[in-house]
């Protein structure tokens, strides 16, 4: 039976690692993106980032732009490849019932 | 953006949904079917199929066969364009990013 990641699954996280999964390696996801894409507070973001962090499966990455706080975040290889199992998961779920 | 529905989303109601959805109209799930299929106890489907009913996603029929207990569960006309829907979101979300 098809596993479903139950960290990636939930709703939020899904669409973190979605946008994240679907960005080329070239460019670089903010935090102020995210939050504006998911329209979720900085609270609730950095709380599933870190979820998402702590498993392994993206990087966050704190910086400075001419002088103002940047944060970066990034997909893992792991979370690329989990993300994947589970859009695979959820295909055959879906498709196969 | 695509919306995804809290009730249907979680995992095992997901698989259960996408059961029935599957299910020509002509063909009965049965309780002890969904409990295989799913590996889940008595009481965790039991609960599960109670939160889709309530929601007027599926209909639960107990009755006899040959003098023992049967139970069916049927989706809905609600709860399959609500899967649909939300069919159409996880897509949405897992393609688009």
Redesign the interface.
């Known amino acids: ?1 098809a596993q ?1 990641n ?1 960290i990636i ?1 939930q ?1 939020a996280r ?2 973190i690692m ?2 994240l ?3 080329s390696t070239e460019r670089q996801v903010t935090f102020t993106y995210l939050k504006c894409a ?2 979720l507070t900085d609270g609730n973001l950095g709380a599933h980032l870190h979820k998402l962090e702590e498993a392994g499966y993206l990087t966050i990455t704190k910086t400075f732009v001419r002088q103002k706080p940047q944060t970066y975040v990034e997909i893992t290889e792991t979370g690329r490849q989990v993300f994947d199992e589970h ?1 695979q998961a ?2 055959e ?2 498709e ?2």
């Open positions: 039976m479903l139950e699954h709703p899904l669409r979605a946008i999964a679907a960005v998911l329209s859009r959820l295909k779920i879906l196969g019932g």
